[in-house]
């Protein structure tokens, strides 16, 4: 029987800052976090502010640019503001989602699939939407297995990692793939060996082997360290072949009150994006320090510059190819309102009126 996972030394290799990063962010936030979630919320504040509630891994790339070269900053001043922006990190859409919705944060980073699922659960209330891409990235659902050749193979045996059970797009991903491969109504066929555990000490635990964690649906750089760190990992599943090509991977999303009571720093935070989005696109190496410097990463730079110049992976802002998921989601019941267009769930911006 396989030895439960629990995160060990071995996590050093990715990050020894969760539970810091997760306890700064119960302090910064003003929160107190327990078995319900996020409960109690900072006040409201006037221009000029801006909280961001970001996540693990590279797709957060941009945000990472924005904050080191202060472009929120350098944007704000344009719109006649002093901007202070605050920085939180968090794990799983789930979270990210309880502190927006708390009032906690501003601006918070997540799937497509956590969007899609406050968006539902707004509508005619916050009116959350999404303000951005950060990107389209693929991901990969990675086994230590050598017998799971596809999400077939899976057996009770098996545990497959991910940021947030049911919310998450991994997890919205994953169950998109089962419903192509079994038929709608067994779209949560394989929900039951899923597990939630940040990318961090999932991918640890791919790497040293030996535990029920067998899958993890990551994100980079964390899937290609697991490949490279295990000669047994593999890819499994890549998301852009379940989503037909290129997708969004993670979006930023805020209520209609933000964008509506603070517009100049909601303009200046979206122009910022843009000009992180044209800085990694003309200075990947440059792009690949700060990532480096930002989470104080152990990353080798050759893994994270090979994942950077992926020609698969593109950092923009306008968001690609989300609508497929967002009907799936409406077609099997998890999502009560049926997205006409990916504009539905999209707040209208010039900076994003390209997208899909």
Same mark, same amino acid.
């Given at each position: ?42 006040? %409201?504040?006037?221009?000029? $502010?801006?909280? #961001? ?12 640019v ?5 472009f ?10 002093d901007? =202070? ?15 927006l919705?708390? !009032? ?11 969007l ?18 950060l ?9 230590n ?29 994953? $169950?998109?793939?089962?419903?192509k491969?079994? !038929?709608? =109504?067994?779209y949560?066929?394989?929900d ?17 082997? !030996?535990t ?12 290609? $360290? ?15 072949? #379940?989503? !037909?090509?290129?997708?969004? %991977? ?9 964008r509506?009571?603070n ?6 935070? #979206?122009d ?16 690949a ?18 994942v ?11 968001? $690609? ?10 077609? #099997?019941?998890v ?15 010039p ?6």
């Amino acid at each position: 029987m396989l030895a439960r996972f629990r995160p060990t030394a071995a996590r050093s290799f990715f990050t020894r800052r969760f539970t810091t990063a997760a306890a700064t962010a119960t302090t910064l936030l003003g929160l107190s976090i327990g078995t319900a979630g996020l409960t109690t919320a900072m006040p %409201a504040h006037a221009e000029g $502010q801006i909280r #961001v509630a970001e996540q693990f891994g590279i797709v957060y790339l941009l945000l990472n640019v924005a904050r080191d070269q202060q472009f929120v900053e350098k944007e704000g001043r344009k719109q006649g503001l002093d901007i =202070k922006v605050d920085w939180v990190k968090l794990s799983g859409g789930a979270a990210i989602n309880d502190a927006l919705l708390s !009032g906690a944060v501003d601006v918070a980073g997540a799937g497509v699939g956590p969007l899609l699922t406050i968006w539902d659960r707004t509508r005619g209330k916050q009116n959350v939407k999404g303000v951005a891409s950060l990107g389209n990235l693929p991901y990969y659902l990675v086994s230590n297995n050598p017998d799971v050749k596809t999400i077939a193979d899976f057996t009770e045996k098996d545990r497959i990692a991910l940021p947030a059970v049911n919310v998450s797009v991994q997890s919205r991903v994953l $169950q998109y793939a089962a419903a192509k491969r079994w !038929g709608d =109504k067994a779209y949560n066929r394989l929900d039951k060996f899923t597990q939630a555990l940040p990318h961090p000490d999932a991918a640890a635990a791919i790497i040293a082997g !030996g535990t029920e964690i067998t899958g993890h649906f990551g994100n980079p750089p964390f899937q290609e $360290q697991e490949l490279a760190g295990n000669p047994k990992a593999h890819i499994v599943l890549n998301s852009y072949d #379940v989503l !037909g090509g290129p997708s969004s %991977a993670t979006v930023l999303y805020a209520t209609e009150k933000f964008r509506d009571n603070n517009p100049k720093t909601y303009r200046a935070f #979206v122009d910022a994006l843009a000009d992180a989005a044209r800085f990694v696109a003309a200075n990947p190496e440059a792009a690949a320090d700060i990532y480096i410097r930002t989470n104080q990463s152990k990353i080798d730079r050759d893994l994270l510059l090979k994942v950077i110049k992926n020609p698969q992976v593109q950092f923009k802002v306008a968001p $690609q190819n989300t609508l497929g998921l967002a009907q799936f989601m409406y077609r #099997v019941g998890v999502i009560k309102n049926e997205p006409k267009s990916w504009k539905d769930y999209f707040f209208d911006d010039p900076a994003t009126a390209a997208g899909s």
